[in-house]
Every structure is written in C-alpha cells, then in structure tokens.
C-alpha cells in the first residue's frame, strides 16, 4: 500500500457517528475517512483509547451536513487522506474555532504521470491536497517520503511523521514454506504501479517455489496476468482475515515490485509474520524495510527473480519481525497519536488535562 483507497486489505465497519461515548472528561475527535480500511480501524481504536471519538465514514457531498453537525460537538476533527472533504473540514474547523489532524501521504499527495498514479494529476486533487494540509492544524505523514510529498504541496504545511502501525500480536510467523506472496488489488492501474506483470514474469522463473498474489480482482487485467502466469502462480482474489494472516504466517517472501508507496502497510504485515522483503527502492520502502531485506529494480523480473531466490535461502524472517517491532509497534502508533492530540489541543484545558503530560516516543530513522 501507499495507504489510500486502492489498499487490499479493508475491514468491514463496526462503528457510526451515533457512537459518541457520554461525559465530559476526555477530549472528543470527529474522525472522518473516506474508506474502511484496516489502518484507519486501528487509529480508531487508538484514539478511542485516549479521546471521545465520532466516527465518520464520508461517502460524498450528501455527508457535508453531518460532518458540520458532528464538527460543532467536538474539539478535533481528524480527516484520513488531504482530498476534499478534508479541505472543507480543516476550513470548517478554523471557522468555527476547532482543530484539526490530516493524516496523509499516499495516493492523495503524489502525482506521477509516467503510470496515471495519484490525485496530484488533477487541478481539483491539488487544491484539496494544498488546502487539507495548509491549513490543517498539524499533518501527520505516514513516513518521511510522504512527509516530503506533503510538503511539495504545501511548504508551510505543520507536517510531521508518524508511521502506520501493525499488531504483532495478530501477524506471527508460523512453519515457512518455498511460498512468495505479492498483496495489490488486481487493477489496470495497479499492473503498472504495483509492478504485477513483473512478479508474474519473475515467478515463471523461479518454478521451485509457488507465488500468490492476494487481492480483489477488479477488472479484466487478471485474464491479462493469468494469461502469462506459470503454473506456481496463483490468483486467490480477496482472503478473508484469518486465511490473510495464515498465508503470510506460512511464506518466506514477500514481493512489492511498486513503482512507489507511500508507506506499505501489507509489506509490514508481511514483515511482522517472518517473511523476508523484496522490494524496489522507491517511496516509503526503504524507510519500511531498512537493511532487512533485498532491493530490485523497478519492472525487471531477471533481478527480481534472483533476489527472490535469495531471499527464500536467507532465513532472516526473524529480522524482518523486529525490525517491525522496534519501528512500526501499535504502542508507537498510538503513543503518537496521543501526542498529536495534546499538541493541537494546547488551548484547550479540556484537551490537554485528558491528554496528560507525555513526550515523543523514540523511533529511530529509517535507514535509507
């Protein structure tokens, strides 16, 4: 993933704006997302840990008077993603003296003609990205390439990393198999930036060990990719949570032949479950996988079948699992989160007594 709205993993909702706990003794968050995805559930579930949070699932225009109703009950709004409902809000909240967080870095921020990828192509994509995080309180980048993405956009932007975060609790290695895995939607766009027909073409090259590649099937682009696929190949299309986890728990590999990403939370995950990164050096990759892993260039099968092979001879699942740990733990996501709260919330004694006297967590640079 560059988290955004093309991700593979999505969770089904299990909260709505009518959620809003009783009381007065914590701060509360509107926090709007225009996606269910994983990653905005587990920040739900951090900021609920610390605030009073409305959640609300932005599904188009019709959702504007409800995010102004909601926006009048809170302190914070809290808007996944700089598009335009994020732009309206933070102009909202700064109307009606509130504060807001945009979390971004992905898809919503980046704009790269050479394969049709991201909302910066668009006039209207770069005004919502330039506003949302212009005039947001704070900006939270998902790493620091996003970060600097976020900054090209808006130079005055408050912007500060804050990377996404996995349950090591939920992604553990198991019995490791001669087992590849690759997670993207199966998409016309994702072929060229997920570097899908490269994995394919790679695995026809590396027979002796089976290669998945996980993720709804969006269009005719998987006849296309089964049409050059080997027999070790298979589509699985979408897995449900368990069977996901039971996959990455068994693989020795895991593939992500991106053109970029703004982060990669299934590249983490995967990491998190001793699988031994594969990856091009671009976007967020880097910063995600350090020195734990093997780099390929952008569309070359030849160098990634060979990084595979030596990949699936390494054995160093387990440093892959720690690097995740040291860097990418629920309890740094959530500790900073609680930071950004408090900071945006200096002016509030509501805000800041609920959030306590706390510091940074420490999380050390990435290494590039």
Known sequence: MGAEPTVARVKASTSSAED?????SRARILLVYPIDATFIQADLAHLR?????????????RDYLSLLKWLLRVDVVYCWFALEFAAVSVLL?????????VVAGGWDVTGIAEIGYGRLLRRRGRLAARVACGIADLVLAFSDWSAAQVRQIAPRARVRRAYL??????????????LVVCVAH???????????????????????????????????????????????????????DAEFKDVLA???????????????????????????????RAGAMPEVVGDV????????ERSLASAVREALQSGRGMEARDRVHRLFSSGARREELRIAVQEVGRAS???????????????PRARR
């Open 186 to 240: 199966v998409s016309r766009q994702n072929i060229a930036r997920k570097g899908l027909r490269t994995y394919v073409r790679a695995a026809n090259l590396v027979p002796e060990a089976r290669f998945l590649l996980v993720g709804r099937l969006w269009d005719e682009s998987a006849e296309e990719l089964r049409a050059i696929a080997s027999s070790n190949v298979t589509l699985t299309g979408w897995l449900e």
């Open 20 to 24: 809003l706990p009783p009381g007065p």
């Open 49 to 61: 840990s610390i605030c009073e949070v409305v959640p609300l699932e932005f599904r188009g225009s």
């Open 250 to 280: 068994r693989a020795k590999v895991y593939c992500q032949a991106s053109f970029t990403e703004g982060f990669g939370v299934a590249l983490a995950e995967a990491m998190a479950s001793g699988c031994v990164p594969v990856v091009c």
């Open 349 to 363: 004694p509501l805000i800041a007594s609920a959030s306590g006297s706390v510091q940074p967590a420490v999380v």
């Open 293 to 300: 892993g093997l780099y390929v260039p952008y569309g070359d």
């Open 165 to 178: 975060s996995v349950d090591l609790d939920a992604f553990r290695p198991g019995s490791k198999e001669d």
């Open 93 to 101: 909240a700064k109307l009606v003296g509130r504060k807001s967080i």
